[in-house]
């Protein structure tokens, strides 16, 4: 089986998958003559002369003109149709090689039917043939990964390769985009509170809400049974800036305290109570207004819902979780913080009287 054939087969057994097609249905019916040059020559003959004698009798040759007055006319020389009907008449054409002698088609070259495009089909300037189809019931990116699995397992002849179009190109060269602007944000905004913190570790327990976050937003996507998606990824992105400002609020207010001489459990413990009611407020009213556009229903309406639902399940479990989690992480950094600071000083201060005692005067003998 071609390997068209074998890969329309796969994409019709995928499910998810309609209405599949390729380009060579629209084929048409042509006569294929494969010549084979090795015994083309050893009879005597040459493309030179094989190739004027098929066009002859295919397409004809008007050199020739016929004048009357001032007028010309073409003369198109061409064989009779009863020459041309069926793959034996055309395995008959004579041709006159090197020594004069007739020779038969037959005998160098297999004429068949075969079928051909009506159109050629070039992929970066290479011949190609396409299969397509529609999705009905799936998600483009579930279909396509299933597709782009089965292919893999195929053994494909020499020199031929499969390249994917349309959607599934589109969808990949989207991901990545997305998935790099997602990254870009994340180290934006570790940078802007490096800034504003004047220290390396606390952005770090910040950005622990992120992944957080991310864990309500799949559940709330797996609920609601919408897939993931460029508009949904876009809702991620989102949440970056929006899920953050819990454990901002939490860390920021904790970092107080223990400037006015509290211990960093106290510290913890009164700025998780403290600030609750803030972080509720400022996440209720965000879901609240979420809620319409998670609903509505019409068109388009679906990649709305994907951004909406995605943005009201981070919110959510970055409410729930970054009260607990984060206070945890923050003592746990602290812990390492103060442990690493006791080392260094305890490194110093043994490298300090090492140096006393080498700088000590010698007792001079008498």
Known sequence: MPVCGMIRKLVIETPGTND?????????????????????????????????????????????KFRQGSYEYDINIIYDNFNRRSPEDVSNLVFINSAGSPVKLAQFASVYIGSGNIS??????????????QVFGRSSGDVGNEIKKKITGLSLPPGVSVSYDSEMKYQDDAFGSLGFALLTAIVLV??????????????FVVLLSIPLAVIGAVLALALTRNNLSMFTLLGMIMLVGLVAKNAILVVDFTNQLKNKGYRTIRALLMATR??????????????????????????????????????????????????????VVFSIAENIKTRVYILIFSFLKERKKLDKSSQRPKPELI
């Open 190 to 203: 570790y940078l802007i509170m490096v800034a504003l913190y004047q220290s390396y570790l606390y952005p």
């Open 274 to 327: 403290i600030r609750l009611r803030p972080v509720l407020m400022t996440t209720f009213s965000m879901i609240i207004g979420l809620l319409p556009i998670a609903l509505t229903s019409g068109a388009a309406s679906e990649w709305k819902n994907g951004i909406a639902w995605v943005l009201i399940g981070g919110l959510t479990s970055s409410m729930l979780l970054t009260l607990v989690i984060v206070p």
């Open 20 to 64: 599949v097609s390729s380009s060579l249905e629209k084929a048409a019916s042509e006569l294929v003559v494969d010549i084979d040059k090795d015994k083309m020559t050893d009879l005597g003959l040459s493309m030179a002369t094989v190739g004027p004698v098929m066009a002859t009798a295919f397409s004809g040759n008007s050199d020739a």
């Open 120 to 133: 050629r089909e070039r992929y970066d300037r290479i011949s190609s043939v396409s299969v397509e189809s």
